[in-house]
């Protein structure tokens, strides 16, 4: 089969190539009808924003001279029913275990959390996303985030690579845990404004992808994006190793990036992501250091001061440290014997 399909009369345009497929046409009746039940390992979407008009520039200090046209709105009083219904979709491709992180911005979150919540994924993490330029504003304060809700299908082992970028004895110069930092819940990464460049009407960034496709699929799986856009997760997930496929239901955009994707080589983004150091973990194994132990009981005195329960607090330091769990409570323990004074809010 030629790598441009144009599909049968009645039927949408299909583009192949290295195993990724790619529909021209409407994502949720697509799904539907092209991706089986609990085929897919995770699923990333950036959805339509359902404002009213055509307002999407106004998000970007930027020339429209080299976007590309043919950008699909959704109305604003069908966005509730539009998200359950494209939700619903994702919900049954994904695999039992499978991991989904919708991009959204706050004028339509709600409905996008309602939907989320009428289905089985569960919640595991709201991750705001903290970007360059935001919309500038004189009686309110600058929208510069989105939110990036992580959800997973229950039934099956979640993917999730502890350390896909960095080791978990990994240390910055100050001595925090580069892993811990880069796996904290709020992600501040800059756009990409291409200038002089072809682009869509919204792109994500690729390190925004990356970390994503990095943390939550292993190279060889699969991973669907319902709104192709630019193409920006199917470029990023082939670039990494992955299998991609996708929908778009406009044809000029469509006919525009399929011609981009033949040219491109698996993989290609591996060389220049990241390489974690992983072993040996830390300082597991080795003897605590008076200097090291007085660190550990300040820093889990504070965290305790904070609210942080126990678990949280002995997992947090166990990053920062390079130390095992029972080797961080066995510490704990020492210092602070049952029937001793507590250390913070609940006891040690």
């Excluded at 497929?21 to 979407?45: H, K, M, Q, T, W």
């Excluded at 060889?220 to 630019?230: A, I, K, R, S």
Aim: glycine share 12%; hydrophobic share 30%; charged share 25%.
């Amino acid at each position: 089969m030629e790598p441009h399909d144009p599909g049968s009369p009645g039927e949408p345009a299909r583009f192949e190539v290295g195993g990724n497929v790619f529909y021209n046409c409407d994502c949720i009746l697509g799904a539907r009808e092209f991706v089986a039940e609990n085929s897919v390992d995770l699923v990333i979407c950036d959805p339509p924003y359902g404002i009213r008009g055509d307002k999407l520039h106004r998000h970007y200090n930027r020339s429209e001279e080299f976007v590309v046209d043919g950008y699909v709105e959704v109305a604003e009083p069908d966005y509730g029913e539009f998200s359950a219904r494209w939700i619903r979709e994702a919900e049954r491709i994904l695999r039992p275990g499978g991991s989904i992180y919708i991009v959204s911005g706050y004028t339509n979150l709600y409905h996008v959390l309602h939907a989320l919540r009428e289905t089985r994924l569960e919640e595991v993490n709201h991750v705001i996303w903290k970007y360059n330029f935001g919309v500038f504003t004189r009686q309110k304060y600058v929208s510069s985030h989105y939110h990036v809700l992580f959800y997973q299908k229950p039934g099956g082992r979640r993917t999730f690579n502890l350390e896909a970028r960095y080791g978990l004895g990994e240390r910055a110069e100050g001595g925090g845990s580069l892993n811990y930092r880069d796996r904290e819940d709020v992600w501040t990464i800059n756009r990409e404004y291409k200038p002089g460049r072809e682009k869509n009407k919204n792109e994500l960034p690729t390190a925004l992808l990356a970390k994503m496709i990095q943390y939550s699929s292993d190279e060889g799986e699969t991973v669907c994006d319902l709104f192709l856009g630019g193409f920006s997760t199917a470029i990023t997930a082939i670039g990494l190793n992955r299998r991609a496929i996708g929908f778009e239901v406009s044809p000029r955009i469509f006919e525009r990036r399929t011609r981009e994707i033949s040219a491109l080589i698996p993989g290609f983004l591996l060389p220049g992501a990241r390489r974690p150091v992983r072993g040996p973990a830390g300082r597991r194994g080795q003897a605590w250091t008076a200097d090291e132990t007085e660190r550990l009981l300040r820093e889990y005195g504070r965290l305790r001061a904070q609210g942080w329960g126990k678990g949280a607090a002995v997992e947090r330091l166990g990053s920062e440290f390079g130390r095992g769990r029972w080797s961080i409570e066995r510490v704990l323990k020492r210092a602070h014997p049952p029937g001793g004074p507590s250390p913070g809010p609940g006891g040690g």
